[in-house]
């Protein structure tokens, strides 16, 4: 059994290694916000090992992986913020197109702003994806479709009112 | 998808490609090791600018000369002299200090840590901007100087709320204003060579803000945080000579007449 969760810990820490980049990445789209993103990977990360005994083998390591990462980033969207003299963002400043662009990205249902996350900033195939989010195959790509058309149209405007 | 909207999405969250992850405090972490030099993410580093690493290379054996959390943050601003404790105290049964140092690139940064028995700096934040009294270098950002500006965290397991900053070294106090008209009042604190030319305040935000039975939940607080409506650095009369509206701030910068 030790020798089992030894590997297992060998597994997660190169998931961690290889896949950081696209861990924080997801998060940080959930999240809106650089260090809280890097926070919220750390902390699922800490969980995953913690509990890591609990892991069935049922499906890939690594959807079971980000379901802890995208559920701690969630979480870190409820928690306390730090504000500097002038209330914005002045961590990362967007290209105005994509300024105006953002605002729909955050209104898209939670489900498919995670599908549109999880494909675009983890390059995850559908079903790593339905599996992290716990749906079928054919919902996420249903979702993402539906997402994608919503975008279009959306940025279709942004880009002709411009 | 559309060329654009690949673009779109890629500009929308930038990159973690070069981040470094620490494998070893998530470990320290799972086993419940209390570390001090944990990954830098667990620290709120809020900085007002993004520094151009090439400056600040040759200053870095100055910054590695002191283990404050936020040297060992990337991007932290190099300092042209060490850091010094402005000030330290408690709240509510909770430590901190306040530390800043003039910078290379940022003006003046400064922090508020909180300094818990285990050595730990979890919950630590710092920010940094031009600054009146701060010499600038040649790489100092062009912005204006602020005169009064301030750095406020809600309410979390090692500090209360609190708001905390500087102010030009005529104010004796800082009153601030919250947006359902109540205010609060801080002294101003003088800091050590080389800030002498400045002075800080730091204060709780009063308990009396949230109702007994929500105490310390992260609504509350975080709602209170939101609502400061100006700061006034205010001189030994009372007369406002610095003045942050955060609303309708430029640069960090408003009018005095935007206080009262």
């Known amino acids: 059994m030790v020798r089992h969760t030894d590997r297992r810990l060998a597994e997660i820490e190169a998931l961690y290694r290889d896949r950081f980049p696209y861990f924080a990445q997801v998060a940080r789209a959930i999240v809106g916000d650089r260090e809280r993103a890097a926070e919220a990977v750390q902390d699922a990360f800490v969980g995953v090992i913690r509990t890591r005994d609990s892991f069935r083998a049922d499906g890939p390591l690594e959807a079971w992986v980000w379901r802890a990462v995208v559920n701690s980033a969630r979480k870190a969207t409820r928690r306390p913020l730090v504000q500097v003299g002038e209330e914005k963002d002045i961590e990362y400043e967007l290209p105005e197109l994509v300024a105006s662009f953002a605002p729909f990205v955050s209104s898209l249902p939670e489900r498919q702003r995670l599908v549109v996350f999880l494909r675009y900033y983890a390059d995850l195939d559908y079903r790593t994806i339905a599996a992290i989010l716990d749906v079928e195959v054919g919902t996420v790509s249903a979702t993402l479709a539906s997402a994608h058309a919503t975008l279009r149209k959306k940025l279709r405007k942004v880009e002709a009112d411009a | ?260």
Request: aromatic share 8%; net charge negative; glycine share 6%.
């Open chain 2, 1 to 260: 998808m559309t060329d654009l909207l690949d673009t779109a999405m890629n500009d929308l969250v930038p990159s973690y490609a070069a981040e470094q992850p620490d494998w070893t405090n998530v470990v320290a972490r799972a086993e419940g090791v209390p570390s001090r030099r944990r990954f830098v993410s667990r620290r709120r580093l809020v900085l007002a600018l993004i520094v151009v690493a090439a400056v600040l290379i040759p200053l870095a054996a100055l910054a590695d000369a002191n283990d404050w959390w936020f040297f060992r943050t990337p991007g932290s601003p190099v300092p042209t002299s060490a850091p010094v404790v402005v000030t330290t105290g408690e709240w509510s049964g909770h430590p901190w200090e306040l530390v800043a140092y003039p910078s290379e690139t940022d003006g003046l940064c400064f922090s508020i840590t909180p300094t818990p028995a285990d050595g730990s700096s979890y919950g630590g934040a710092m920010t940094c901007g031009p600054f009146a009294g701060v010499p600038r270098t040649a790489a100092t950002k062009t912005d204006a100087d602020m005169q009064i500006t301030f750095l406020s965290g809600s309410w979390t397991n090692v500090l209360p709320a609190y708001i905390a900053g500087p102010v030009i070294e005529q104010a004796s106090t800082v009153e601030i204003r919250f947006q359902d008209g109540t205010t609060l009042q801080a002294p101003t604190i003088a800091a050590p060579p080389p800030l002498e030319h400045i002075r800080f305040y730091a204060a709780p935000l009063p308990p009396a803000e949230y109702p007994a039975d929500t105490l310390g939940t992260l609504h509350v607080a975080t709602k209170h945080v939101a609502t400061i409506t100006w700061l006034a650095g205010l001189d030994a009369s009372g007369r406002v000579i610095a003045c942050l509206a955060p609303g309708t701030a430029k640069n960090g910068v408003s009018p005095l007449t935007d206080c009262r």
